[in-house]
């Protein structure tokens, strides 16, 4: 297979920028199906697995605050968010990591606790959809623990928490998730997973399987896609770099071109976290929250 060109600069977007203050921790940030970014973070002292005094939860939409609220009295440590409907879902991390606990928390957008779901165990990814779906994937402690729903690695519920979907890898020549390293639900009706151990791209439409590609890239944590062509974090090796990858036939993906995500001055921005939703893929560094999008990376790849 034909190496890709050297690594070039790709200019990113920056969403949002995160004001300075010793005080407060930024645990999770994402994206919702409505492309506004939503950040959770920890208000007072913080020690990594002990809950905060307090959270705090915004979002933004082109360059606009759309929600500024306080979570207090939280027992358990959160660590993913997600708009659901006019309200907000939060993961938890419930005291032991106890198979079949709550761990999906519920809230308004003032702040008030409304309800809990049980979610599965070991979820690694969360995204949800315009119509109040829930999408949740599993690293492996999930996968290989006793959790029926987790052991599936990929799954879909409702609002209420009532599980309407479970992956089965039917489709010839995909094997089981045994850890799903990367999420990127792109509407009501499509939705792409990246796996270990073999590292296939699966698309699933309407909750059904209908392709899949053999990605050449290991390790990723985060994609964006757009009709034919891909744009990858990188894997296991080469961490800062984004691969530009076209979507071919016979589960065939073509590598054209890697860059370096950068700021307008052409800085090299390191990212630490990054968040794939539709053909965007956003990412935290110097601050604040960036963005490229696949049109971009094929306009600097030409």
């Not at 190496?3 to 930024?26: G, I, M, Q, Y």
């Not at 605050?65 to 939280?74: A, P, S």
């Not at 090796?237 to 370096?260: K, S, V, Y």
Request: a negative charge.
């Amino acid at each position: 297979m034909a190496k890709p060109p050297s690594t070039h600069p790709l200019p990113a977007r920056r969403l949002v920028e995160f004001e300075r203050a010793s005080d407060r921790t930024l645990i999770a940030f994402a994206v919702g199906p409505d492309r506004a970014v939503y950040a959770l973070h920890a208000l007072g002292a913080y020690a990594p697995g002990r809950p905060p005094p307090a959270y705090r939860v915004r979002a933004w939409l082109d360059g606009q605050c759309l929600l500024d609220t306080r979570i207090d009295d939280e027992p358990h440590m959160l660590y993913a968010l997600q708009p659901l409907g006019a309200d907000l879902l939060l993961l938890s991390v419930p005291p032991g990591k106890s198979v079949g606990a709550a761990n999906g928390r519920v809230y308004s957008r003032e702040g008030r606790r409304l309800r809990e779901l049980i979610l599965g165990h070991g979820i690694e990814h969360l995204q949800t959809t315009l119509k109040g779906a829930i999408w949740t994937a599993y690293f492996d402690e999930g996968v290989f623990g006793d959790d029926p729903v987790s052991a599936h690695g990929l799954a879909a519920w409702d609002a209420l928490g009532e599980s309407t979907y479970r992956f089965h890898p039917d489709l010839a020549g995909l094997d089981h998730i045994c850890d799903c390293y990367a999420l990127n639900v792109a509407d009501d009706r499509e939705t792409w997973a990246y796996y270990y151990t073999q590292f296939p791209l699966v698309l699933l439409r309407d909750r059904r399987i209908v392709r899949y590609w053999n990605v050449p890239i290991a390790g990723a944590h985060a994609f964006a896609v757009r009709r034919e062509h891909a744009l990858f974090t990188g894997g296991y090796e080469q961490r800062d770099t984004l691969t530009l990858l076209r979507l071919g036939e016979n589960a065939h993906c073509d590598p054209l071109a890697r860059f370096r995500p950068c700021d307008e001055d052409g800085e090299a921005l390191s990212a630490d976290r990054f968040h794939g939703r539709a053909d965007a893929l956003y990412f935290h560094a110097a601050g604040g929250i960036w963005a490229v999008g696949v049109d971009e990376a094929l306009a600097a790849a030409s």
